[in-house]
């Protein structure tokens, strides 16, 4: 199974190319720092890359050298942005729709107070 995460600071890497690949992000990302986990998320039919993934690092410090470091260039053709992660990965696949089906509720609730004001 997937190593352990607790203890790991993660960083998701937004808009990366389809192309790039887990081997691809250490190579960038593990001159910060020592990585404990590298994730990117496909889907589950298709095996195509979702367009993100997870670098996780042992230290904090680490994780946000390597986020002012990363955010911003460009990867593969892409702009990549780096954020401290606040969620991991679901634990199943129950509580990962449950969780897009709140954000997505959330989110229409603020488009309406959006119109209404």
Partial sequence: ???SIDGLYSLK???ISYQTTPQDLRRL???YGEIGDIHIPRDRYTKQSKGFGFVRY???RDAEYAMDRMDG???DG???RVALA???RPIDERNARL???RSSRRRLLCLLFAADV
């Fill in 1 to 3: 199974g997937p190593p």
């Fill in 13 to 15: 890497i937004d808009n």
């Fill in 29 to 31: 990302f593990e001159k």
């Fill in 58 to 60: 042992y230290s904090r």
């Fill in 73 to 75: 260039r460009w990867i």
């Fill in 78 to 80: 892409r702009e990549i």
């Fill in 86 to 88: 606040r969620y991991e």
């Fill in 99 to 101: 969780s897009g089906y």
